[in-house]
């Protein structure tokens, strides 16, 4: 068969398949579109039958976010003990000096519910580098809380990542999330030449994180939960204060602070959240300006455009009420279960 009746066998069939898939691409957007309208209608007559005379629309959406049902059973009880570490740090931290912010669902929670969505399970706060190690100094030595990194594999395992928790000793299912920051110093119009180059550098940094995982002979097995490694911090906590100092050298320079993002120590999706935002836009911190729990809290300024930015517009109505990180969780043990008890009896977590 020459090539000339080689094409003109398969061109044909070549062209249909495309003309298919491209008419299946158009049924799909269409039928999406018609989703997000029926959900659009059904969340207005929601809002609707919601109303009351007098209040404007945004009164509406806040009064009805307040006054969802709090969470209940095991949920509920790691609410409680995440919410005393979570006070307990800012006790630390207001009396050093350090300040911190509210961030992620937390910072959602605050601004849409003062307190904790119904269906989260954990607490994020965002620190500055330097403030970070000086609050891991802290606590070293503190009775009740210790901080650890908690390593897994991400993405389907293709790269070795790390959490930083902060825990009570007597616990492995009670602790908050800690997520350093790092400033920047860029000129107008460097921002994505200096986007490339801290993507370069934080993929260098992983690859020596993945030869430490092998030399410790963890190896990827299944989406499972980070976990401690403290044989492996040691080697860790060089590697990434040598990384975040070049960091320091190629992207600070002494110069005045423009930027902040998420840097060394966070995976490639935490660091996209942030990617670079610009310093005046959202820092310092606003002190206590919102309120999670009763107790109030630094936050970002401007934090309801930055929680825009990482879930638009977050008083629409999210797909399901019932959003965890973990749909099921191991049974407290006997110490976690006293932890519980002597938090609501006395509030504070001894055993």
Known sequence: MT????????????????AIQADMKDYFDRLNHRIELLEQKNEYLFFFLQHLEGETDMETKKRVFLNLPKASGQVADIQLADNYIL?????????????FSLCGGTLLGAVRHHGFIPWDDDVDIDISRE????????????EQLVMQRYYKYMEHGLRPGY??????????????????FDYMSIAPGDEEKVEREKE??????????????????????????PVAN???DKEVSVIEKEYSNRYNELFLKGGAIT??????????????IYHLQEAAEYLPFETNSV?????????????EKLLNYQYGDFWRLPPFFTQRHEMEYASFSESEKTLLKNIRKTGKATI
């Open 163 to 180: 959490v930083y928790k902060i825990k009570l000793r007597e616990s492995e299912q009670f602790y908050i999330d800690v997520f350093p």
């Open 291 to 303: 309120v999670f729990e009763g107790i109030r809290y630094n936050a970002f300024r401007n934090c």
């Open 87 to 99: 006070s307990r740090v800012k006790r630390i931290c207001d009396e050093n000096g350090i300040s």
């Open 3 to 18: 090539l000339r009746k080689l094409f003109a066998r398969l061109l044909p069939a070549f062209r249909a398949r495309e």
């Open 200 to 225: 370069y550098l934080c993929e260098k940094f992983g690859e020596e994180l993945k030869s430490i995982f092998l030399r410790h002979g963890v190896l990827y097995s299944g989406d499972e939960k």
């Open 131 to 142: 403030d970070f190690y000086r609050l891991e100094e802290l606590l070293r030595n503190d």
């Open 259 to 272: 930027h902040f993002t998420r840097g060394i120590g966070n995976d490639r999706w935490l660091r996209n």
């Open 230 to 232: 403290p044989a492996m």
